[in-house]
């Protein structure tokens, strides 16, 4: 299969088992297919693994055996580089109305004090670049900002916010968070201020992407 045909992320996101490892089959990456299918594994878990899931996968050798060549992980490095970021229709469906994609944590936070509404937010990519940690949500309340992890469980495929939230709900995607969130109130915890048993609470209200 040539690499000018490769398929979106988005693609691959809605793809379940058995076609990500007829894919599999396709590339010639012997083996991986069957990890597939015993793991249950859909596409987008595929394309957020934990160390965990990519050590269930067979080592993979090009003819050449140079370093460069080898392809110790999956998926291969040079082809998730061919795949782009998900459009915002895509399944992850990361609307630009609140994803700011790669921006850095100044930036994001001058977006949120150019609305300075209390309930203003925006997702942006972690600065961490975790397959687990892929996200980070900024809410703005009271002059404050609050950095929220959207944490990723590739063993369940669900998204979750992580600490400074009293919250163990799971969601199918980011999105979901977000319209969740719209209709019931965080409840915002200040890491510096744990103590003082106060409890902030507010809607996503205006979004701060574009």
């Not at 370093?67 to 990361?94: N, T, V």
């Not at 004090?113 to 996200?135: A, E, K």
Request: charge should be positive.
């Amino acid at each position: 299969m040539s690499f000018d045909s490769l398929p979106s992320k988005a693609e691959v996101m809605s793809w379940n088992s058995p076609h990500l490892a007829d894919y599999l089959r396709k590339m010639d990456l012997g083996g991986c297919d069957k990890v597939i299918m015993k793991c249950g594994m859909t596409g987008r878990r595929f394309l957020n693994m934990s160390e965990n899931d990519l050590q269930k996968f067979p080592k993979i050798h090009t003819p050449s055996r140079s370093p460069a060549d080898r392809c110790p992980l999956l998926p291969p490095q040079h082809l998730r580089a061919r795949i782009p970021h998900p459009e915002p229709e895509s399944e992850q469906d990361l609307n630009p109305r609140w994803y700011v994609g790669k921006a850095t944590r100044v930036d994001a936070e001058d977006k949120l004090r150019r609305i300075n509404q209390d309930g203003t937010f925006l997702v942006r990519d972690s600065s961490r670049c975790s397959s687990t940690q892929p996200y980070t949500l900024m809410v703005l309340y009271q002059g404050k900002v609050f950095n929220i992890q959207i944490r990723y469980n590739s063993d369940e495929d669900l998204y979750l916010l992580g600490t400074g939230f009293k919250s163990s709900e799971n969601f199918p995607g980011v999105k979901d968070i977000i319209e969740h969130h719209m209709r019931m109130p965080l409840l915002l915890i200040d890491a510096k201020d744990r103590r003082s048993g106060q409890q902030r609470q507010c809607l996503l209200a205006h979004p701060a992407g574009y």
